[in-house]
């Protein structure tokens, strides 16, 4: 491992052309040595102690963590003991790398064994592998077909926010007096919390009863203003929380695409008489194409996740039309202790996730390589 | 470009006479559509917080101005004991409060400071160095972090849970700042490696020409330049953090509760009234509303870091 971690050019820093090697080589090599011979040890122990092969009485596997922490200290000081300069690059880039593989590599492994177990955390018998078992239930489940569904009526909304975000961003790019104002306000629907937002809005603004929106509603002819009354109406109404909440991250990106616009171009199509919907059709829009595939990117990204609105707005309801896949397996995990076929749902998300996002990213980078 | 030039000219002359009448009823649109969208922006806010100084029959009889509608009452306040006239009293609702307002602090700050310091080590190396590990070069391993953005929290949410009891760090905050650092650590690599891209290579050269070593250039050279984009950066971790409820509402239960688990399990409750609801919500947003005011422009800077080129 810290053969093939070697620098292969230093172009930016030619200045210094031969790196000095180590000092200390042979004492790095022997601390670097018995660093991962204690760690592999108490790995060793830990394990067994845990099969109950010999008993040892640890309590929990915090002396493995701590072990880690050491190891992880050493290997980056011997690194640079061992390889000079190199060593010392290096340990730039060492500490997140290591910080990241050791908080994602085991959760990733464990995640996967446990999504072929049937393990549920109230029930007597605890963990058991069952083979495919999970995935079958997964796919006869009709909720979770369901939420992968409303899932994509999401992301479609997305498209609105962006249409929205668009607006907003040109507005504040107009000549306009008090612009610091507008874009503070504008800007702070982003700052809240969506847990803090499923209350203001969702459970008090949009109340049947007294909440003000229901109020303006019933004003203007609508008799009976439940917002999370029909499946539709429900979905609406989250999507409008979640615009509310977001449109603000997608202004601020267009915002300043919008600054970024070189001055000349928009003059030379106002003094060619452009209307303003012409100026922007044929040559604002297509600028801003790059701007705007990375701010959808994101969004899409983000919106992926969604949750929490919607755990502590309708908990999925009515009838599962506003659940999100997130939302479906965090019912899942807390109130019906499932965490095997929880898990295996989350790892079939990831997959339709991960291959959703790399065919986006496909079809965008095209886009943003011609308007390049 | 040039089809757009050829589609616009033949039109040049009839277009030219509305531009001035219409000119005052275009301006006053924008004024409109700006008025209106602040006001959509700005009213639930301002309907919490006006909603935690009102009594029952405020509530049900709709009223919104304060002053002129209804006369605002401490009543929400009270029942959080942060009232005038309770705050010097003892309050198990404020203590309540004050331990999750105290562990939001703690856990977002911890996991931004972290984030903000391994990350912007990451993105300085990435931004200056060449690195080759096993097959991986630069890009991949920019890939490598930035790839985490996909990764949605319920995936790793029970392996953590596992994995956190048999640390037993469950409800512990450092086990949160772990998590959440995992959370930010992409967005600061970004923000921050765009940040370094953009400092010019000749002021470490001319340091390293000096004797400065490459740790010691980076520490007084680069480091000084390039704290506005940590604090950009730091600033949108914490609000993330602060803002993040599906890892919280997992693995915490008693003691490291943070604020939105307990505005959350407040909501649940049907019996909860409206002021002291909607006192909770704010004394929640208004940490996030004061940064937002204050720190605008780093919160942009944050955002619009790498977007733009």
């Known amino acids: 491992m810290s053969q093939s971690m070697t620098l292969v050019t230093n172009e930016p820093f030619a200045v210094r052309r031969a790196a000095p090697a180590g000092k200390h080589v042979l004492l790095g090599r022997a601390m670097l040595a018995f660093a991962t011979i204690t760690f592999l040890v108490v790995l060793a122990l830990q394990s067994l102690d845990a099969m109950g092969v010999i008993a040892l009485g640890f309590e929990s596997w915090r002396p493995l963590l701590y072990v880690y922490l050491i190891w992880a200290v050493v290997f980056g000081v011997s690194q640079v003991m061992i390889r000079g300069e190199a060593g010392e690059r290096a340990a730039f880039v060492l500490p997140a790398v290591l910080f990241t593989v050791a908080m994602v590599i085991f959760p990733t492994i464990f995640g996967l064994y446990i999504a072929f177990t049937d393990w549920n955390l109230s029930a007597v018998e605890g963990r058991r592998f069952n083979g495919l078992d999970n995935l079958r239930t997964l796919l006869a489940d009709t909720y979770f077909w369901n939420a992968l569904l409303n899932m994509v009526y999401y992301v479609l909304a997305v498209l609105a926010q962006y249409a929205i975000a668009f607006g907003l961003a040109l507005l504040l790019n107009a000549e306009i007096k008090a612009r ?64 509310w909440v977001s449109i603000p991250f997608m202004m601020v990106l267009l915002l300043a695409g919008l600054q970024a616009l070189p001055a000349e171009i928009k003059e030379a199509a106002r003094v060619d008489g452009a209307t303003g919907w012409q100026s922007f059709k044929e040559i604002t829009f297509p600028l801003m194409l790059p701007v705007s595939m990375t701010a959808l990117i994101l969004r899409i990204i983000f919106e992926l996740k969604l949750a929490d609105i919607v755990i502590n707005v309708t908990a999925g309801g009515p009838g599962g039309a506003t659940d999100t896949v997130s939302s479906f397996i965090f019912r899942e995990y807390r109130d019906r202790s499932n965490v095997g076929y929880g898990t295996m749902l989350a790892e079939v998300y990831l997959v339709i996730i991960i291959v959703f996002v790399a065919l986006i990213l496909k079809w965008a980078s095209r886009w943003m390589q011609r308007t390049n | 470009m040039s089809t757009a030039h050829e589609a616009i000219r033949p039109e040049t002359p009839a277009r030219r006479s509305f531009a001035v009448p219409g000119f005052m009823t275009r301006s006053m649109l924008i004024y409109a ?100 590990f096993l097959w991986m070069r630069n890009k991949d391993i920019s890939f490598f972090f930035l790839s985490q953005l996909i990764l949605p929290p319920v995936v790793l949410a029970m392996p953590f849970l596992v994995l956190y009891k048999q640390l037993m760090l469950l409800d512990s905050l450092v086990g949160l700042i772990l998590v959440y650092t995992l959370m930010v650590l992409p967005i600061v690599i970004w923000i921050m490696r765009d940040q370094f891209d953009t400092i010019p290579l000749e002021l470490e050269q001319a340091a390293l020409v000096d004797g400065c070593s490459i740790w010691g250039a980076f520490l007084r050279i680069v480091l000084p330049i390039a704290l506005p984009g940590m604090v950009a950066a730091f600033i949108l971790s914490v609000i993330l953090c602060w803002n993040e409820y599906f890892f919280a509402a997992l693995l915490t ?16 409750s049907q019996g909860i009234n409206w002021w002291s609801m909607a006192a909770i919500a704010s004394a929640a947003i208004l940490p996030l509303v004061l940064i937002g005011i204050f720190l605008e422009r780093y919160i942009v800077k944050g955002l619009t870091a790498g977007a733009v080129k």
Do not use: C
């Open chain 1, 180 to 243: 610091k104002f507008f874009r503070v306000a504008f800007l702070l629907p982003l700052m809240l919390s969506p847990v803090a937002v499923s209350w203001m809005i969702g459970k008090s603004l949009m109340e049947y009863r007294f909440g003000p929106a229901a109020t303006l509603a019933r004003y203007l002819g609508w008799d009976n203003p439940a917002f999370f009354s029909t499946p539709w109406l429900a979905r609406l109404s989250i999507m409008a929380m979640d615009a």
């Open chain 2, 33 to 132: 559509a700006l008025v209106f969208w602040a006001f959509v922006s700005l009213f639930p806010i301002y309907w919490t917080v006006t909603t935690s100084f009102k009594t029952a029959v405020n509530v049900t009889q709709g009223h919104l101005i304060p002053f002129v509608d209804f006369t605002p009452d401490w009543k929400g306040w009270r029942s959080l004991g942060l009232s005038p006239d309770t705050i010097f009293e003892q309050s198990t609702v404020r203590d309540e409060f004050m331990r999750r307002f105290f562990n939001s602090i703690v856990a977002s700050a911890g996991a931004s400071l972290l984030a903000v310091v391994i990350g912007s080590l990451a993105a300085y190396g990435l931004s200056r160095f060449s690195y080759k």
């Open chain 2, 253 to 268: 239960s008693t003691d490291a509760k943070t604020l939105p688990v307990m505005v959350a399990s407040q909501t649940g």
